[in-house]
């Protein structure tokens, strides 16, 4: 027994070793997506605001009262675990085609781009695996154009369909097949507003 034990000591040891390294191993593929085309887990809609607790958060939507403007968080992130983790950027900017569908699909209508204003450039720094900019809303400016997108039933949803491109960085690194595009619907006849929002699109 006392020459077995230090054996299966040092096998343990071994393995453990084993293992720790293979924590530090590349795996996956550098797949680059957009995360909030995920998160109905249904399709790449991005309802705005997502629920009872989806606004004035730093992960999807928060209204600023004295600028009027509200920003939505949008990124990307790469796919994937790498020890050394590059740096990469990609565009962003309206697809006209996603949001016409869209607009189709929920009855709804195109966000005025006028009011929005859209980072044409996301970038990922190294040490990162993705990142995070906002997608402004003039809602005052929007507010004044209501008659627009309002009838006798409420709000006509609006879509602002975004998509990701030109992907800049390792050769190793490309888009993803699906979650490259997402459709952002902002509801503003939902419940979830906080009185701020409200005040500038009362419900009848």
Do not use: H
Request: charged share 20%.
């Amino acid at each position: 027994m006392k020459k077995i034990f230090p054996v299966l000591l040092l096998a343990v040891t071994l393995m453990s070793a084993c293992q720790k390294e293979d924590a530090k191993k590349d795996y996956g593929f550098a797949k680059v997506y957009i995360p909030q085309a995920t998160v109905t887990g249904i399709d790449n809609s991005y309802p705005i605001p997502m629920g009872p607790f989806g606004q004035n958060s730093k992960y999807t939507c928060s209204y600023d009262a004295a600028s009027g403007k509200l920003d939505i968080a949008l990124g990307v992130i790469r796919s994937g675990y790498f020890a050394v983790q590059k740096g990469y950027s990609v565009s962003l900017g309206i697809s006209a085609d996603l949001t016409a569908a869209k607009a189709t699909e929920v009855k709804g209508m195109a966000l005025p781009a006028a009011v929005c204003t859209i980072p044409g450039t996301i970038t990922v720094p190294d040490g990162e695996s993705g990142a995070s900019v906002k997608v402004s809303v003039d809602l005052k400016a929007l507010a004044a154009q209501s008659a627009a997108f309002k009838d006798t039933e409420g709000y006509k949803k609006l879509v602002l369909g975004l998509a990701i491109s030109n992907l800049q960085g390792p050769a190793d690194y490309s888009l993803a097949d699906s979650n490259t595009s997402v459709a952002i619907i902002l509801d503003l006849g939902s419940e979830y507003w906080t009185d701020d929002v409200r005040a500038l699109f009362p419900l009848d």
